[in-house]
């Protein structure tokens, strides 16, 4: 009998995918952390320093669950990117008339743009993420689908991503409910200095103190739709449509926002919470981004969302002039908010979005 030719173990090399994890100090990272290390990932945490007043602390936290968990630990500078991405796009849109949306421009700029190809250059294989979203790979194309804890899905904010991005992305809370983290993280006595993440991570309170400081207001008229002159605003930036906490007119209230004459420096509001001023049955889209990297054909039924926790409401798209989507929606929608983003599913799955320009 012939015999068996023996090949000593160490002879071969075995390459573990590394994965750098966005650390942020908070629980939902250092879960995925912790998962993706148990799972057998070379992995190594890094930290986006950013410059914002919290940062200190947070990196602290990221360090610490680090350490914790044994993998390497990398602080990264990215204010410069951060400022010129998010903050000055946060500020120019406030400037341009539109409510921005600076957590979509943060991912598809700074955590997925910059800091995915900093990773990348560094040796990872991966970045991965405490997003809750869920990403398969399916006939040799990567699907974006809801995650599993509706509540806490953040699909709204990942629409910009492509196939090459997502090539080498990791999303380990798509499966995952966030009252099951929490309990883990006690468990294991993970270092966490958050609670949960605030819409605008790089102010500390209200924006309109933010805008205050760094934008040139000019107080002006409020009135009703019919014309009459009921008081005063601060300046139109600080208000969008639809809103109704910082209306502070007195009164027959509360009042809601419908409208923003910048010409004639006039904010025009409703006491009437069904004003059929407040809603629209389409909108326009720009800056339009399609998961799949191809766009469907037009027209194209599906479902959008008009704003992070809004229910998915059926529409038709169409091409307009100009490069421009047109989405139709079968019920009207209450405050459609340009700036904002308009995203696009298919049952669970994320099809891509844009900009909402009207």
């Given at each position: 009998m012939q015999k068996k030719l023996q090949f000593p173990i160490s002879n071969f090399k075995f390459h573990q995918p590394r994965v750098?994890?966005?650390?942020?100090?908070?629980?939902?990272?250092?879960i995925s952390a912790q998962i993706l290390r148990q799972q057998g990932y070379d992995c190594l945490g890094v930290f986006m320093r950013l410059g914002i007043d919290s940062g200190c602390c947070e990196e602290e936290a990221a360090r610490a669950v680090s350490q914790k968990i044994g993998i390497k630990f990398y602080p990264v500078?990215?204010?410069?990117?951060?400022?010129?991405?998010?903050?000055?796009?946060?500020l120019k849109a406030y400037q341009g008339r539109l409510t921005p949306n600076p957590c979509v421009k943060c991912n598809q700029f700074i955590k997925f743009g910059a800091l995915l190809k900093k990773v990348r250059d560094l040796g990872a294989d991966y970045l991965a993420t405490g997003h809750y979203a869920k990403l398969k790979k399916i006939?040799?194309?990567?699907?974006l689908f809801r995650a599993k804890d509706t509540a806490k899905d953040q699909t709204y904010f990942l629409y910009n991503l492509n196939q090459g991005q997502l090539?080498?992305?990791?999303?380990?809370?798509?499966?995952?409910?966030?009252?099951?983290i929490?309990?883990?993280?006690?468990?294991e006595k993970l270092p966490n200095t958050k609670t949960e993440s605030q819409d605008v991570c790089f102010l500390s309170g209200d924006h309109r103190e933010f805008l205050r400081k760094n934008l040139k207001n000019v107080k002006g008229d409020i009135k009703t739709s019919s014309g009459e002159l009921i008081g005063r605003h601060e300046g139109l930036p600080f208000y969008t449509i639809g809103q109704r906490k910082g209306v502070e007119i007195g009164g027959k209230g509360p009042f809601y926002v419908i409208g923003r004459d910048f010409k004639a420096n006039t904010l025009y509001v409703t006491n009437k919470a069904d004003d059929p001023a407040l809603s629209?049955?389409?909108?326009?889209?720009?800056?339009v981004n399609w998961i799949s990297g191809r766009p469907p054909k037009f027209p194209f039924k599906c479902s959008a969302v008009i704003r992070y926790h809004h229910p998915q409401a059926p529409c038709v798209i169409t091409q307009s002039d100009g490069g421009l989507l047109t989405v139709k929606f079968k019920q009207p929608q209450r405050a459609i908010t340009p700036g904002q983003s308009v995203v696009f599913y298919k049952k669970d799955e994320l099809l891509g979005g844009g900009i909402i320009f009207n």
């Amino acid at each position: 009998m012939q015999k068996k030719l023996q090949f000593p173990i160490s002879n071969f090399k075995f390459h573990q995918p590394r994965v750098a994890i966005a650390m942020s100090g908070g629980v939902d990272s250092s879960i995925s952390a912790q998962i993706l290390r148990q799972q057998g990932y070379d992995c190594l945490g890094v930290f986006m320093r950013l410059g914002i007043d919290s940062g200190c602390c947070e990196e602290e936290a990221a360090r610490a669950v680090s350490q914790k968990i044994g993998i390497k630990f990398y602080p990264v500078d990215m204010q410069r990117a951060f400022n010129k991405e998010v903050k000055q796009y946060f500020l120019k849109a406030y400037q341009g008339r539109l409510t921005p949306n600076p957590c979509v421009k943060c991912n598809q700029f700074i955590k997925f743009g910059a800091l995915l190809k900093k990773v990348r250059d560094l040796g990872a294989d991966y970045l991965a993420t405490g997003h809750y979203a869920k990403l398969k790979k399916i006939h040799g194309a990567y699907h974006l689908f809801r995650a599993k804890d509706t509540a806490k899905d953040q699909t709204y904010f990942l629409y910009n991503l492509n196939q090459g991005q997502l090539k080498h992305i990791l999303f380990p809370m798509g499966d995952l409910i966030k009252e099951k983290i929490k309990v883990i993280a006690h468990k294991e006595k993970l270092p966490n200095t958050k609670t949960e993440s605030q819409d605008v991570c790089f102010l500390s309170g209200d924006h309109r103190e933010f805008l205050r400081k760094n934008l040139k207001n000019v107080k002006g008229d409020i009135k009703t739709s019919s014309g009459e002159l009921i008081g005063r605003h601060e300046g139109l930036p600080f208000y969008t449509i639809g809103q109704r906490k910082g209306v502070e007119i007195g009164g027959k209230g509360p009042f809601y926002v419908i409208g923003r004459d910048f010409k004639a420096n006039t904010l025009y509001v409703t006491n009437k919470a069904d004003d059929p001023a407040l809603s629209g049955d389409y909108l326009l889209a720009e800056k339009v981004n399609w998961i799949s990297g191809r766009p469907p054909k037009f027209p194209f039924k599906c479902s959008a969302v008009i704003r992070y926790h809004h229910p998915q409401a059926p529409c038709v798209i169409t091409q307009s002039d100009g490069g421009l989507l047109t989405v139709k929606f079968k019920q009207p929608q209450r405050a459609i908010t340009p700036g904002q983003s308009v995203v696009f599913y298919k049952k669970d799955e994320l099809l891509g979005g844009g900009i909402i320009f009207n």
